[in-house]
């Protein structure tokens, strides 16, 4: 199985600032990396797939990027609404689908 | 629209099974796979199997022994039964749909998830 190690578990930025949630597959996962945004009370939320590609919807303050490997998300100028808990998972070989463990992105 | 929804017992006895139901809307499970994942509280996803547009199954090793996936395509439903519970399988459990391409797929489509708690 792919492991996917995800980091930080914990970021505190404030609203306006830019952030980066980074994740690290066990083996070259090619482009097929996704990221999804938990809230309480809502379903996940699909943000990015295939490494970097928005899905509809996503607001474009949303970047992903990273082959391989390695993979980063990228959010520019925080808005209120992105606080909550992040994941990432490869989508190049399964089963089984594999996560990360979550960034839990909070509020300065 | 897509629309996803998961349905069971809140409360389930340790040993005993826990059976949910996934009511999909918006598209056919003829044409879309499904699948479950779950998620222990404070902790992070796991993916439990999958129920393929064709009918076919696959189950994560680790789980593989006490669950089962079926369908009823007639009520756009997916089923998971998984026997044998214990504490540590307590946790929110979601069901959710593919987007894919010809090489890889991806969970597009989410329901809200149901909390079963196993406790005597």
């Known amino acids: 199985d792919v492991q996917m190690t995800q980091s930080p578990s914990n970021l505190a930025a404030s609203p306006g600032e830019s952030v980066s949630i980074n994740c690290k597959a066990s083996?070259?996962?090619?482009?097929?990396l996704a990221w999804y945004q938990q809230k309480p009370g809502k379903a996940n939320k699909l943000l990015i797939y295939?490494?970097?590609t928005l899905q509809s919807g996503t607001p474009s303050r949303f970047s992903g990027s990273g082959s391989g490997t390695d993979f980063t998300l990228t959010i520019r100028n925080l808005e209120p609404e992105d606080f909550g808990l992040y994941y990432c998972?490869?989508?190049?070989?399964?089963?089984?689908?594999?996560f990360g463990a979550g960034t839990k992105l909070e509020l300065k | 629209q897509v629309q996803l929804k998961e349905s069971g017992p809140g409360l389930v006895q340790p040993s005993q099974t826990l059976s949910l139901t996934c009511t999909v809307s918006g598209f056919s499970l003829t044409s879309y796979n499904v699948h479950w994942v779950r998620q222990p509280p404070g902790k992070g996803l796991e993916w439990m199997g999958r129920m393929r547009y064709n009918g076919d199954t696959s189950y994560n090793s680790a789980l593989k022994s006490r669950l089962s996936i079926s369908r009823d395509t007639s009520k756009n439903q997916v089923f998971l039964k998984m026997n044998s519970l214990q504490t540590d399988d307590t946790g929110t459990y979601y069901c959710?749909?593919?987007?894919?391409?010809?090489?890889?797929?991806?969970?597009?489509?989410w329901g809200q998830g149901t909390l079963v708690t196993v406790s005597s």
């Open positions: 295939s490494g970097s």
């Open positions: 959710t749909r593919e987007a894919y391409t010809t090489d890889s797929y991806w969970f597009a489509y």
């Open positions: 998972q490869q989508h190049n070989e399964y089963p089984p689908d594999t």
């Open positions: 083996k070259s996962i090619s482009k097929y």
